[in-house]
C-alpha cells in the first residue's frame, strides 16, 4: 500500500476565492431560457413576500374603524397573493433544480470527456481515484449550489435589500437604529467565513485521498488479501475517513459558532429596536399596525442575514469543488496534436523509423530510458527486440503510440513524424497487444470486438479462431455471450493474452505491436497463436518483443537492447557470432523449443 498520502491543501492552504463560481457560467450559457425563467420566479417570490407586510399592517390598523367591506377585500388579496407565492415558489424550485441537474450533466461529461484524453504522464501525478472522487463529489456539491444555494442566496439578497427599504419607509428612525447591528454582524462572517473556506478544502481533499485509496485497494483486493494485508489495508482507509471527519467537525464546529453569533446579534438588535419603537406606540408616536410591519420586515430582513451567513458556506464549498473541476478541465495535456491538421496521409505501408531517438519518463528525468535509439523497419518485415528486463523495449511501444514525445530525436511512420499527425490518425494504422492484457467487464464478443467496433459477429470468431481462442471460448457457460467479469477476472492469463491477440487480429491494421504477447501461454496454444502471429505478421510491419527463440530466429532483423541503447542489431546468425550479450541471452533467457521438449 503506498505512504499515506497528505492532502493537496497544505499546498494550496489559501483555498478557493467565491469568485470561481463564475467557471460555472460557460456550463449555464446553454441553458439562458431556464436561467431567466428561474431569475423572473425569484425576483416574483421574493417581491410578492415583500409586500405581505404591508397587508398586514392595512389589516391591523383597520380594525377599530372597522368597515368590513374593506376587510373582507384585504384578505381575499393576501389569499391571492399566497397563491401566486406557492406558484412561485414551486416554480422557481422547478427551474432551479432542473438547471442544476442538467449542468451538472454537463460538467461530468465535459471532465469525464477531458481525462479520458489525457497522455499518460497525466495520471502519473494524479490518482484515478481522485478524478473519479472530482467527477462524483465534487460535482454534487456543484449541484447544491446551483440546485439550491444560489437561488437562496439571490433570494435572500433580494429580501434583505427590499426589507431594509420598506423598513426605511416605514420608520427611519427604527432603521437606523437597526443599522448600527450592520458592522457588528460583519465580523464574524468574514473571519470565520475564511476558516470555514479552509477547512472546507481540506475536507474535499481528504474525501479524495479516501476515494482514490479505496479504488486502489478494490483494484488489488487479491494481493491485498494473499499477501494478509487486510488490516493494514483498512487502518489505512479507516485513518484517512477519520481525519476526512475531524476536519468536518472543525469545519461544522466554525460553521455553527457563526451560525451563532450572527443569529444572536441580529435578534438581540432586532429586539431592542422593538423595545424602543413599543415604546413609541404606547406614547402614540406610531401606530400598532405600523409597529407590526417593522417587525415583520425586520424579521424578514434578520432572517435573510442568517440565511444569507450558512449559505455563504456551501457557496466556499461548492467554490473550492468548482476550482478542482476547473483544473481538470483546464489541464493542459503534455502531448497534443498539431492545431492544423495534416489531411490523414496514406498510411498503408507502414514503414518505421526511429532517428536518433533519446527519451526519459517526464517522472525519471535523470534517468535514461532510450539513449540514442535508431533503427529502421521496412514495410512488411519483422523486427524482434530482446533484451534484459528494463532494458527499454516496452518504451519503445509506447513512444510508437505517441503516449509519450522523445526529448530528443524523432519518430516516423511512412515518413511522416507522429507529432505531424493528429494521433486519432496513425493510431488507426497501428495494433497492438500489450505486455498486460486489458480486459473489459463485458462479453467475451464485445471484448475481441473491441479491436473494431464495425467487425461483425462472423469476423470476431474468426479472428478468435486465428488467435487459437475458439476452443475456449467454446466451452465457457455462455460461449461468446460469457461476461468474463472486471478485468477478466474469470479468465486465465493465457485467455486473457489470446483475447487480446484475437483483438489484434481483428483490428487488422499495417503495423502490429506485441509486446512478450505470448508469455502467458503454455506451450501447446504458445505454438498454436504463434502459427496465427506468422501469418498476421507475414504481409504487415511487426515489431514484437520476444522471449522465444523461436520467435526470435523467424525475425528478418533482431535488436539487441540494454540500458536503453541498441547495443546490437543483425540476424540470429550474425548476432550469434559476434554479439556478446545476444550470445548469453540466447543462452539463458530465451525459451527454446528444445529445452521446453525436454522439460
Ligand atoms: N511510466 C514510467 N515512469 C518512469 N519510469 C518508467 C516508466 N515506465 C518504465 N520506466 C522505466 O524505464 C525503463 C525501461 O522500462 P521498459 O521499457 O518497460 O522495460 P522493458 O524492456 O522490460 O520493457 C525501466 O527502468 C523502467 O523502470
Ligand atoms: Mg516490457
Request: proline share 4%; with cysteine; net charge neutral.
Amino acid at each position: 500500500m503506498p505512504e499515506q498520502d497528505t492532502p493537496k491543501t497544505q499546498q494550496s492552504a489559501s483555498g478557493a476565492k467565491i469568485s470561481r463560481l463564475g467557471d460555472l457560467l460557460p456550463f449555464m450559457r446553454p441553458y439562458s431560457g431556464l436561467l431567466f425563467a428561474a431569475a423572473v420566479a425569484l425576483v416574483l417570490t421574493a417581491g410578492l413576500s415583500l409586500t405581505l407586510p404591508i397587508a398586514v399592517r392595512r389589516v391591523i390598523d383597520n380594525f377599530s374603524n372597522s368597515e368590513t367591506g374593506l376587510l373582507d377585500t384585504y384578505f381575499a388579496a393576501a389569499l391571492g397573493i399566497a397563491g401566486l407565492l406557492a406558484i412561485g415558489t414551486a416554480l422557481r424550485y422547478m427551474l432551479v433544480t432542473k438547471l442544476g441537474e442538467r449542468v451538472v450533466a454537463d460538467i461530468r461529461k465535459e471532465v469525464f470527456a477531458r481525462v479520458i484524453d489525457m497522455s499518460p504522464s497525466f495520471y502519473e501525478n494524479l490518482r484515478t481515484g481522485e478524478v473519479l472522487s472530482r467527477i462524483t463529489t465534487d460535482t454534487t456539491l456543484v449541484l447544491t449550489v446551483i440546485g439550491s444555494s444560489v437561488s437562496i442566496a439571490l433570494r435572500n439578497a433580494l429580501i434583505f435589500i427590499g426589507g431594509l427599504f420598506f423598513m426605511l419607509l416605514t420608520s427611519a428612525k427604527l432603521t437606523s437604529l437597526v443599522l448600527l447591528i450592520v458592522p457588528l454582524v460583519l465580523v464574524p462572517i468574514l473571519t470565520l467565513g475564511r476558516k470555514v473556506r479552509r477547512l472546507s478544502k481540506e475536507n474535499q481533499d481528504w474525501i479524495a485521498a479516501g476515494s482514490a485509496q479505496a479504488s486502489e485497494a478494490l483494484g488489488a483486493v487479491q494481493t491485498i488479501q494473499a499477501f494478509t494485508h487486510e488490516v493494514e489495508t483498512k487502518n489505512d482507509f479507516s485513518k484517512t475517513t477519520e481525519d476526512s471527519f475531524l476536519s468536518a467537525r472543525e469545519r461544522i464546529r466554525a460553521r455553527a459558532l457563526m451560525t451563532f453569533i450572527v443569529i444572536f446579534l441580529v435578534f438581540s438588535g432586532i429586539i431592542g429596536v422593538l423595545w424602543i419603537g413599543a415604546h413609541d406606540v404606547s406614547a402614540g408616536k406610531l401606530s400598532a399596525g405600523t409597529l407590526v410591519q417593522f417587525v415583520i420586515y425586520s424579521v424578514m430582513v434578520g432572517g435573510s442575514v442568517a440565511a444569507l451567513s450558512e449559505v455563504w458556506g456551501e457557496l466556499q464549498r461548492a467554490a473550492g469543488a468548482t476550482d478542482r473541476l476547473a483544473e481538470l478541465l483546464k489541464a493542459e495535456d503534455s502531448i497534443s496534436d498539431p492545431s492544423t491538421a495534416t489531411p490523414p496521409p496514406n498510411l498503408g505501408r507502414g514503414r518505421l523509423t526511429f532517428e536518433n531517438v533519446i527519451f526519459n519518463y517526464p517522472s525519471r528525468p535523470k534517468y535514461s530510458a532510450l539513449d540514442d535509439v535508431s533503427f529502421d523497419v521496412k514495410p512488411g518485415q519483422t523486427v524482434a527486440i530482446v533484451g534484459p528486463s528494463g532494458a527499454g523495449k516496452t518504451t519503445i511501444i509506447q513512444l510508437l503510440l505517441r503516449f509519450y514525445d522523445p526529448q530528443g530525436g524523432s519518430i516516423l511512420l511512412d515518413g511522416f513524424d507522429l507529432r505531424d499527425m493528429r494521433r486519432e490518425d496513425f493510431r488507426k494504422a497501428i495494433s497492438l497487444v500489450p505486455q498486460d492484457p486489458v480486459i473489459f467487464a463485458n462479453s467475451v464478443l464485445e471484448n475481441i470486438r473491441f479491436g473494431r467496433q464495425d467487425a461483425s459477429d462472423a469476423e470476431v470468431i474468426s479472428a478468435a479462431n486465428l488467435a487459437a481462442a475458439h476452443q475456449f471460448i467454446s466451452e465457457l457457460p455462455e460461449g461468446y455471450e460469457t461476461y468474463v467479469g472486471e478485468r477478466g477476472v474469470m479468465l486465465s492469463g493465457g485467455q486473457k493474452q489470446r483475447i487480446a491477440i484475437a483483438r489484434a487480429i481483428l483490428r487488422d491494421a499495417p503495423v502490429l505491436l506485441l509486446d512478450e504477447a505470448t508469455s502467458a501461454l503454455d506451450s501447446e496454444s504458445e505454438r498454436a497463436v504463434q502459427k496465427a502471429v506468422d501469418a498476421l505478421a507475414q504481409d504487415r510491419t511487426t515489431i514484437v518483443i520476444a522471449h522465444r527463440l523461436a520467435t526470435v530466429k523467424k525475425a528478418d532483423c533482431i535488436l539487441v537492447m540494454d540500458h536503453g541503447k541498441v547495443v546490437a542489431q543483425g540476424t540470429h546468425e550474425s548476432l550469434m557470432k559476434e554479439g556478446e550479450l545476444y550470445a548469453r541471452l540466447a543462452r539463458l533467457q530465451f525459451v527454446s523449443d528444445a529445452e521446453e521438449a525436454a522439460a
